[in-house]
Every structure is written in structure tokens, then in C-alpha cells.
């Protein structure tokens, strides 16, 4: 049977937008989770271009609720901060942005920190948006390694972007940054939405999946578990026969989850359940 780590699922905070970091600190023990995937937003996390809020309070509070921050998720698709930005002052205050989310990542214990390459206008030539994604993430490599950070790239939906939402497209970003610090991240959404599976990306990158938005779906959605039309067991089984020992990120997003998150999060972990080996 295909199994898990207890520690590798994590939990995210996206759908606790009308609630406190601690009501959702005290949700996430509640259900059982150990690791965090933080997403730095208000009202959880504040970071912008300038700086980031005290990390050590955050660390704090997650180590006396038996939890860590394996993931650090800066905000990166709402139009705030967008890598691809084609105005130079929006990209370089964005690029401002990003590298605080690194250095905040370092601060708060999170080894990886999760991005992806919205941001370029759908009226410019998709080549000169991929152009600046690909400088971009050069620029970011050497600052994710100074502080012992990974940065995963995810590929995202087309309603989105007009670049990198595909696995092919991902591939050829990968190969043209070319760091060791930027490597790759699965999200099943945008894999279910672009017809692509699992085995496809782990026979592609193999090791280089450092992280995973693992989630259900219709394929849109990201879904609790069970309420999407993803095989899980086949799902993990395949994490398996590639030994991936990376985090499962819960990023569940659809609003109808929003209301009782803690609810959500309670059946959405008791799916895993039956997958824990510890």
C-alpha cells in the first residue's frame, strides 16, 4: 500500500484569511498536522518590499504547538508582487519583495520557498515575459543560497499566466536558470488542468521535485481530499515508486472552505490517515 510520512503533509493557511494565525496555528494541531506551509499575507504574515514582521514570535509559536515551517509561500498572485512584471519599477520592487521572502524563509526554519512566474501582460509577447522570468530567477538563485534556501517553481493554470503552465515549459525554465538553488514543484491542480500526471513530472525531474501543492480537484478546485475526482492512492503510490520525501502542501483555495477552515482541514487530514507509516 502507498504510504507517508505524517510530517511530509502540511498544512497552509490560505483559507484562513478571516481568521488569526493563532486560530489557525490551534486548527492545524487540532487535526493533527506537523509541518506548516505559511503563506505571508496578511493577516498571518506581514512582508513586503522593505522588510518582513519578527520571525522569532511566528517560530515560537508554531515550536510550543509541536509544529515547524517547512515552507515559506511569499504572496505571488495577487497583484501586489509579480515576478514577470514588464515596468521596471513594479519588477524591481517585486524583486525587492522575493528576496525578503528568502531571507524571511531562512529566518523562519523553512528550507523552501515556493514561487511561480505570474505577472506579465497578456497584451506583451509571451517570449519577452519568459525572457525576464528566466533573469529573474537568476538574480534569486544566488540569494536562496546565501540563505540556505531552495526556491521551488510551481507551473500555474492558464487563466493565470501566459507562461510557464505547462510541464515542458517548466522544464525548459529549469534548464535555462540553470541554479541549484531553484529547483522544481509540483502542484496538482495545474498538472490536472494541463491533462498531465504525476508519473509524467516525476519521470521528467525526478529529485529535482522539492516540493508539492498535493491537493484534489475537478481539475480546477484545489479541493479537499474527497471532494475532487483525483485518485489519492494512485497519487501517492507514484510519490512512492520515485521516493519522494518532500512536503505535500494543503493549499486549499475554494471559497466554499473559507467559512469553517478548521472543519476543512479536520476531514481533509483524517484522508490521510490511512497512508501514515509513523
Known sequence: MAHLRREQVAGKNTHYVYYSLDYFLDAQQRAG??????LGAAPHFLIDYTGFQDTAEVREKLESRGMKIGIFTPECAAYHYLLCSPDPDF???????FQQGIKAAGMLGAKIMLM????????????????????????????????NVTIAVETVCPEES?????LPELERLYKDVGHPNVKIAL?????????ETPRQ???????????????????????VWGDGLYPMDRYIQVLNDFGYEGYLGQEITDGQYFADPASADLRNFKAFEPYFID
Open 33 to 38: 498536522f506537523k509541518t506548516i506551509e505559511l
Open 201 to 223: 513530472w516525476f519521470e521528467t525531474f525526478g529529485k529535482e521535485i522539492v516540493h508539492c501543492h498535493f491537493v484534489d480537484g475537478r481539475p480546477y478546485g484545489h479541493l
Open 162 to 166: 501566459k507562461i510557464i503552465t505547462t
Open 116 to 147: 511561480n512566474c505570474i505577472g506579465g501582460t497578456w497584451d506583451e509577447a509571451p517570449g519577452a515575459t519568459y525572457e525576464r522570468a528566466v533573469k529573474s530567477m537568476k538574480e534569486l538563485g544566488p540569494v536562496a543560497a546565501e540563505n
Open 91 to 97: 519588477h524591481k520592487r517585486s524583486m525587492q519583495y
Open 187 to 195: 502542484d496538482t491542480v495545474a498538472m490536472g488542468v494541463a491533462g
